[in-house]
């Protein structure tokens, strides 16, 4: 659309071509290249260095017959879905209630922000060190006096997603949250005022009203923590390393402990490919809604 | 001894005449735990006194961590001086690539056939008749340390084996100790059931499976009483949480915990808290039942580099690891043994001694990193990890171990 | 929509009146929840502060919540300068400058990049050129675990494997997606009829970016700039993988004090190396919290 001029278009616009040449080489030689290699070398017996000697589909046999992996994806799946429902529910709340004209807004934002600016290594640790039952809550609240009180997500097959999912909110919603403020700034006065004269009650203009209009803000926000979700592997390695047991093993873990540590790379190049493949079916969908349906600009 | 000395010397200064150019090398590996560290600093010491630097590439966090940053930069074409690996199949397809430097002149010219023992060991380091690195010390993980205050103060006599230990552990668990620590790694866990193996199982058994890979012995009776030995020792360490080997080991030190299974690098640990063997703590090789070990260990690779004075450097700090001064220097403070059975080791411990004797009376099997791949023994570590920390049945396990162990064949 | 970002100065502000202080019961509730959720938010800092305040013996006993009964900044300086990892015992020190080394180019070469990017997406689209976005947008989603092959062969190829170049170029690579978003949302709300007017005037790419989209833009910078010096001041596995001993940045130095336990784990001096090297991103956050904000609110949030 714009900056289309008429005639030698080549020429004309060579600056903005040349300026296009680093995204379009990431694109096409990293992204592109670096995910058609991995699904090439997929078909493959290659152990610790890359080989073309084809063994057909025998790697994805082993892998959806594997335990660990199954594990793995169920694993994600669960985090994944209460993790995106939570950052988002949460985020979204807090930001109504930042929105409320408050005093020490910016105190209250800060703190909410901060976790964000620490890795996940650290999060995981730090978490992994209060939710210690010898030394941690449990410990403490056992002193003031309930003795029996059990609290110990991190050791328990059952809770210990949960115990993630506690360190993981606690990094990422505060950025969350800081994008739905934003969005509700964006939100025009008039609408309030509307809303305000027909009667209709806060929380009704909230869902029914403002929620639709930051649907854009809902999407952004949807693509950065998908994204993070799918990757997660930090969090993990420093929170649980995995356990106990395979309790808390997620795909990104099963990739590097078969590429690295099993020096079998044929089996993660396997496991990678599957994970792209479930990026692709989540992207999809997307990007036809962002370019398909409507346009920008 | 002294002979010993001046030969090697000779050698040293005949083989490498240039021995005055000081050469920076930068050194690669995954010892960071206390006794660990000052082993390191021995060959250090011995490299810069050679007139050589030693530059420290320490990474913490074990050699899940440290290999593929090892790899990756070998592979990457950036290569350090040397490089720790531990024996067996981890480097070969990096030596077969044409990664890695032939050591095959510094080997003959210091006669590593004749003194390194067993030599398994050197087998392991020769492909194709070449050698490409040098064996630094030999570890057998079929260990068990226990703490004997614990049973001092218990009044009740310190187990000599494993059955012993765990007819004692309800007298124990009633003194609100924990019988066993285990750190909650695969790798532990897989170590854990191995030495149960030998232990339990006997040396017939595990050779059976491990070397001549009989599948039916592996899916017998026999190993199932393995396994099922094995679902009693993770109910005595269910109650142990933490993950390094060396937290474990601790437990172990400070009371907390009456015994452990550990390889005998354990012992670094107990030495630097200053424990004394036989005293404060009590080592029992093949669980006291088998005095049989297992002889994997650590080795140094030399990655290829395009430095002529470097890989000079490089034959120069080979021939100086498997030299008889570093070699008893080293694996006095690590606690490991040494791969040479012609030096004097009389400053070992009780501990050491019980090994050294071991290895001298030839009751040694090859390890598990040695008879099967990386892919085999990850995939184990993952099934062991599941069986020690969860509620699988012993049958279930060992079903799985079957099914494992056949994709390593 | 489109021209909300031109006053987003004033639009992060809270509209109307300031509150009143009254008490009534929707107002208890709603501090009381921001209240406990702040207390959610701070515990761990409060724990790694105080913590790394006690001394050993004093960690055994009392509980992890606790301040300190005596105040020691010892772990503090053994972490910065003292603590060993192998052969090496000064702490954290060596890492801070290589970190500083390695981000700040990184940083300014990403953001770059990913600015003309978002600018040739918006402005200047060339066939193609929404699929190219869409891919960039799929990199997001790619666990950097996967790329590490790829990315050590590429390396390895171009000669920069270990090289602080090769480590900037993956911060570039690995940092156009979600930047290359952000810059594209901020360009496409700016008005369009002023960069059609500029090209009326025969202004060229190059000098519309610099002279119109760049000065237009500081709320946006301003959010890369905060969200890439977080990201590659806290980065470990490229740091670790791609580089070499002489310039390992602090996070893996953190790494190897953090897991070089060496007996007893030393929990002060843990938490004050994780403090030591969080301070960085912590600072700018602290700082600049407002501005990240509003650049957030300035574009970064339109679709």
Redesign the interface.
């Known amino acids: 659309m714009a900056g289309k001029p008429r005639g030698l278009r080549l020429f004309r616009n060579l600056n903005a071509k040349v300026a296009a040449v680093p995204m379009v080489l990431t694109t096409m030689v990293v992204f592109v290249g670096g995910t058609l290699w991995t699904v090439l070398y997929s078909f493959t017996n290659s ?3 890359p080989r073309l000697e084809f063994v057909g589909i025998d790697q994805y046999k ?1 892998l959806w017959s594997n ?2 992996w199954n594990a793995a994806i169920w694993n994600l799946a669960f985090y994944g879905v209460m993790s995106l429902i939570f950052t988002i529910v949460m985020g979204f709340v807090l930001a109504v209630l930042l929105d409320q004209k408050i005093r020490f807004e910016d105190a209250f934002r800060t703190i909410m922000l901060y976790p964000f600016a620490l890795s996940f290594i650290v999060t995981g640790l730090v978490w992994q060190w209060i939710l210690n ?1 010898e030394m941690g809550i449990q410990e403490v609240v056992r002193r003031i006096g309930f003795e029996t009180f059990t609290f110990d997500p991190l ?1 328990n ?1 059952n809770t210990v997603l949960y115990g993630l999912l506690i360190a993981g909110l606690w990094q990422g919603t505060g950025f969350t949250m800081c994008l739905m403020l934003a969005g509700l700034r964006g939100i025009d006065e008039d609408i309030w005022k509307a809303a305000r004269v027909d009667g209709i009650p806060k929380w009704k203009t909230y869902i029914y009203v403002v929620i639709p209009m930051m649907r854009p803000v809902f999407m952004t926000t949807l693509v950065i923590v998908a994204a993070g979700i799918i990757k997660l592997y930090d969090l993990v390695v420093a929170q649980t ?1 995995g ?4 309790a808390s093993q997620v795909p990104a873990m099963y990739v ?9 790379l044929g ?1 993660g190049f396997a496991a990678s490919t599957m994970m792209l493949l479930s990026v692709l079916i989540v992207l999809v969908p997307w990007a036809y809604l962002e370019f398909g349906g409507k346009k920008h600009g | 001894m002294k002979n010993w000395k001046l030969a090697a010397g000779l050698l040293l200064s005949v083989a490498l005449p240039s021995g005055a150019n000081a050469t920076d090398l ?1 050194v690669t ?1 995954w ?4 006794g660990e ?1 000052a082993a ?2 021995e060959l ?1 010491k011995a490299f810069d006194a050679s007139g050589d630097h ?9 050699g ?2 440290a ?3 090892m ?3 070998i ?4 290569p ?1 001086g040397a490089t720790q690996f531990n024996h067996g199949q ?1 480097a ?3 030596v077969q ?1 044409g990664l890695m430097l032939d050591l095959t002149d510094v080997a003959e010219a210091q006669k590593w056939r004749d003194v390194i023992n067993p030599i398994s060991l050197l087998d392991g380091c020769t492909i194709d008749g070449k050698v490409y690195c040098a064996p630094m010390n030999i570890h057998s993980p079929e260990w068990l340390w226990i703490n004997n205050k614990i049973y001092e103060d218990l009044g009740i006599p310190i187990p000599t084996n494993w059955t012993e230990f765990v007819a004692s552990a309800p007298q124990v668990e009633a003194a609100g100790k924990i019988p066993l620590a285990l750190g ?2 695969a790798w532990q866990s897989n170590l854990a059931f191995n030495a149960i193996a030998v232990g339990i199982g006997g040396l017939d058994l595990w050779k059976k499976v491990n070397v001549d890979k009989d599948m039916e012995a592996a899916a017998g009776p026999e190993m199932l009483k393995v396994f099922q030995a094995s679902a009693d020792a993770r109910k005595l360490a269910s109650k142990s ?1 933490v ?2 080997w ?2 474990a080991t ?1 437990m172990v ?1 400070t009371g907390e915990a009456a015994g452990q299974i550990m390889g005998d690098w354990a012992q670094g ?1 107990f030495a ?2 200053g424990k004394v063997a036989g005293k404060d703590y009590t080592c029992l090789p093949g669980l006291g039942l088998n005095a049989y070990l297992s002889t994997g260990g650590d080795a140094f690779y030399f990655p290829k580099l395009a430095d002529p004075e470097k890989e000079a450097a490089q034959k120069r700090l080979a021939a100086l690891l498997v030299s008889p001064d570093v070699q008893v220097a080293f694996n006095l403070k690590k606690g490991s043994l040494p791969i040479r059975g012609d030096i004097d080791m009389s400053a070992a411990n009780d501990c050491m001694k019980k090994g050294l004797e071991i290895l001298k009376s030839g009751n040694v099997v090859p390890a598990g990193d040695q008879v099967w ?3 085999v ?3 184990l570590g ?2 062991q ?6 509620d699988m049945t012993p049958e279930d396990a060992q079903a ?1 171990y079957v099914e494992i162990l056949k ?1 390593g064949l | 929509m489109a021209d909300v970002a031109i006053h987003s100065a004033t639009v992060v502000r809270p509209r109307g009146a300031k509150p009143k202080t009254r008490f009534s019961g929707g107002n208890i509730m709603l501090y009381g929840t921001l209240f406990v959720v702040s207390v959610y938010y701070l515990l761990p800092l409060w724990v790694m502060v105080m913590t790394s305040l006690k001394g050993m013996p004093e960690i055994r006993m009392g509980n992890i919540f606790a301040p300190p009964v005596e105040i020691t900044f010892q772990p503090w300086v053994k972490a910065w300068s003292e603590a ?5 015992c000064d702490g954290l020190s060596r890492g801070f400058w290589n970190s500083v080394m390695i981000t700040v180019p990184s940083v300014i070469i990403s953001i770059i990049v990913a600015s003309v990017n978002g600018y040739a997406l918006v402005n200047w689209r060339f066939k193609g050129s929404e699929v190219f976005f869409t891919i960039l947008i799929f990199g997001s989603f790619i666990p950097y675990q996967i790329m ?1 092959y790829p990315i ?2 590429l ?2 190829e171009m ?1 920069i ?3 602080l170049y090769g480590l900037i170029l993956v911060h570039t690579i690995f940092g156009m997606p979600i930047l290359t978003l952000l810059f594209r949302n901020y360009f496409s709300s700016l008005p369009e009829e002023l960069f059609k007017a500029a090209r009326v005037d025969g202004a060229g790419f190059w000098r519309i970016y610099f002279q119109i989209m760049v000065p237009m833009s500081l709320p946006i910078f301003v959010v890369a700039l905060i969200l890439q010096i977080t990201g590659i001041w806290n980065d470990f596995l490229f740091g ?3 580089t ?2 002489e310039i390992y940045p602090m996070t893996v130095q953190l ?11 030393e929990y002060n001096v843990n938490m004050a190396a994780t403090l030591l090297t969080g301070l960085v991103p912590l600072i700018i956050y602290f700082v600049s919290g407002k501005l990240f904000v509003r650049g957030i609110a300035a574009g970064a949030v339109k679709g």
Not at chain 2, 75 to 78: H, Q
């Open positions: 152990k610790l260095l082993r335990d660990l039952p050791h097959p390393s356990g106990p047991g395979n590097y402990r078969y590429m690295f540590t099993a020096q079998n089996q | 930068e590996h010892w960071t735990s206390g560290a390191v600093a250090a030693w530059v420290d590439g320490a990474i913490a966090g074990g899940d961590t290999r593929p940053v790899i990756a930069r592979t990457g074409g950036d350090m981890q070969l397809e990096l690539a909650r790694q949480t993950q390094d060396n937290q601790n030190i640990e630097v808290a791949s990386p892919d023994q990850t995939q993952d099934m990890s599941e069986f020690w920390s969860g799985r994709t | 060993c990892t192998g052969l090496n590490l050590v062969i390396l390895r000669h494997y270990g090289t670790v993988v791609f070499k001993p790494n190897n004090i953090v897991n070089s336990v060496q007996g007893v784990k």
